[in-house]
C-alpha cells in the first residue's frame, strides 16, 4: 500500500469505501435506477448523487497532491456560464440548471476518483487496471445474463418495470445490451477493458489476460453496433501499429499459436448461430442511406447544423437544446451538439486547452520512457482511444456527455495526470514540476 494512505486507519477505509462504490455503480450500471429521483425523467438515480456527494467529501484527502485544479474550476465556471446565457437567451429553465450542476458534478467525481485512485495504488498501473478488469468483467457478465435471457430488449424493458425501473430504448433483438442497455454505448465503453487486458497481456506475458480480452472482444461483437465495431477497427490498428514498434512483438511463444487459433475458432461458430443478426448487420451497414436509424442521426444532425447557425459564437446554453423540439430533446453527435450548446469561442477556447494539455503531458510522459514504458505506452494508447471517441464515435450518440463513460475516462486520465506527475518529480526533484498548470 501506498506510504500517502500507511497508518490512517479511517482514510484507508473511506477512501477505499469509495472505489468500492464506484465500482458497484460501474458494474450496476443503470440497474441503479432502481433507487432513482423524479428529476431528469428517471434519469438519475440517488446511487448517482451519493457517488457525487462521497466524492466531495473524499477532495479534502487529496489535498497532498501537488496538482492544480485552474482547468476543472475553468470548465465548472464555463458551464455555469453557458446555463447563464441560456437563461438570458430563453428564460430560465429549472431542468437545464440542473444538468449543468450534474455535469459539473461529473467531471469534479471524475477528477477526484482519479487521485483518489492514485492514493490507493500509487504508480502500481498494474493494480490500478485490475480494479477497471474487475469491475468490467462483472458488468460483462451481467451483460451476458441479459443477453440469454431476453432475447429482445422489450421483454427487459417490461420487466425493469416492474421494478419500477422506467427505460424506453430501441426493442433491439439478440443483441448485447449490457446493464447500460444500449449496445452502442456499450460497444464504446468496453473498447476500455479490452484495451487494458492487451496492454497486460503484452507487458506481463501472462496467458489468461488473452483469454480476457477476447471476453470483451465477443461481447463488443454481439453488440452488432456499426460505431462500435468501427471504433474497436480503428483501436485495434493503433494497438498492433503500438505492438509492432515493440522490440518483443516478433517473439513468437506457443501460446500464441493456441490463442489464435482458439479466438479464430471461437469466431467463425457465430456465423452458425448469429446467422440472422449477422445478415441484418451487413444489410444496414451496406444500406445506410435507407436505414431509419442513419436517417434519424441525420435529422438530428441537421437540426443541430440550423440552431449552431442561429446561434453561432456562444450557442443556445448548455442543455437548453430540448426546448426547440418535441421530438429530439438532443443532437446525436455529441461535438455537434458541444458546439450548439456552447458556441463556435468556447469551443475554439476548449479545443486550445486541450492542445496544451496534450502537449505538456506528451512531452513529460516521453521524459519519463524509460523509467516507466508500460505508463508510456498506456497513456499513448488511452490517448489515441479518446481521440478516436471524440472525433469518430461520439456522432453516433452522445457518448461524451454519458456518465458511464464520462466518468471512468476522466478518472483513468487524472490518475494517469497524478502518475506521471510523480515521477516527474521523482526524476526532476527538486525542480518544479509545471505538469498540471494547464
Known amino acids: 500500500m501506498p506510504l500517502l494512505l500507511k497508518k490512517r486507519s479511517f482514510r484507508d477505509f473511506f477512501l477505499t469505501f469509495l472505489l468500492g462504490f464506484f465500482s458497484i455503480y460501474l458494474f450496476l450500471g443503470n440497474f441503479t435506477r432502481l433507487i432513482r429521483t423524479e428529476l431528469f425523467d428517471n ?18 484527502y487529496t489535498s497532498k497532491l501537488k496538482s492544480k485544479n485552474f482547468s476543472l474550476l475553468l470548465l465548472s465556471l464555463s458551464i455555469l456560464a453557458s446555463n447563464l446565457w441560456g437563461i438570458m ?4 429553465d429549472l431542468k437545464s440548471f440542473i444538468y449543468s450542476i450534474r455535469l459539473i458534478a461529473m467531471i469534479f467525481s471524475a477528477t477526484v476518483l482519479g487521485k483518489i485512485a492514485f492514493l490507493r495504488y500509487g504508480n502500481d498501473l498494474i493494480s490500478f487496471f485490475h480494479f477497471f478488469l474487475k469491475t468490467y468483467a462483472m458488468t460483462t457478465l451481467l451483460g451476458f445474463l441479459i443477453f440469454f435471457t431476453f432475447i429482445s430488449s422489450e421483454g427487459l424493458w417490461v420487466f425493469l418495470k416492474k421494478f419500477h425501473i422506467v427505460f424506453w430504448g430501441d426493442p433491439h433483438i ?14 464504446a465503453i468496453a473498447c476500455i477493458p479490452l484495451l487494458q487486458s492487451l496492454l497486460l497481456r503484452q507487458y506481463t506475458k501472462k496467458n489468461n489476460y488473452y483469454f480476457l480480452s477476447f471476453f470483451f472482444l465477443l461481447s463488443i461483437l454481439l453488440s452488432w453496433s456499426r460505431s462500435g465495431i468501427a471504433t474497436l477497427a480503428f483501436l485495434s490498428c493503433c494497438i498492433l501499429f503500438s505492438f509492432l514498434k515493440s522490440s518483443q512483438f516478433f517473439k513468437i511463444y506457443p501460446s500464441h499459436f493456441g ?4 479466438s479464430l475458432g471461437l469466431l467463425m461458430l457465430l456465423p452458425f448461430f448469429f446467422m440472422d443478426q449477422i445478415s441484418f448487420f451487413l444489410d444496414r451497414f451496406l444500406h445506410m442511406n435507407s436505414d431509419d436509424s442513419a436517417l434519424g ?23 437548453y437544446l430540448s426546448i426547440f423540439s418535441t421530438q429530439y430533446s438532443s443532437v446525436d453527435s455529441s461535438l455537434l451538439s458541444t458546439l450548439v450548446y456552447f ?25 519519463i520512457k524509460k523509467e516507466n514504458p508500460f505508463l508510456h505506452r498506456s497513456f499513448r494508447l488511452f490517448y489515441c482511444y479518446l481521440c478516436i471517441i471524440v472525433f469518430f464515435s461520439c456522432h453516433f450518440n452522445n457518448l461524451l456527455y454519458y456518465q458511464f463513460w464520462l466518468i471512468p475516462m476522466i478518472s483513468i486520465f487524472s490518475y494517469f495526470s497524478q502518475s506521471i ?5 521523482l526524476r ?6 509545471t505538469l498540471n498548470e494547464v
Open 297 to 319: 442521426r441525420l435529422f438530428s444532425f441537421q437540426l443541430g447544423w440550423d440552431l449552431f447557425r442561429e446561434h453561432p459564437l456562444f450557442g443556445v446554453g448548455y442543455n
Open 43 to 60: 434519469n438519475l438515480s440517488l446511487s448517482e448523487i451519493l457517488l457525487y456527494l462521497i466524492c466531495f467529501c473524499a477532495y479534502p
Open 421 to 425: 506527475q510523480s515521477l516527474t518529480s
Open 343 to 367: 458556441g463556435l469561442i468556447p469551443f475554439l477556447t476548449a479545443f486550445l486547452l486541450f492542445f496544451f494539455w496534450s502537449y505538456n503531458h506528451f512531452h513529460a510522459i516521453n521524459a
Open 89 to 92: 437567451l430563453h428564460g430560465f
Open 259 to 262: 490463442y489464435t487459433i482458439f
Open 428 to 433: 526532476n526533484c527538486p525542480r518544479r514540476n
Open 174 to 187: 439478440k443483441r448485447f445490451v449490457s446493464p447500460y442497455f444500449d449496445p452502442n454505448f456499450y460497444s
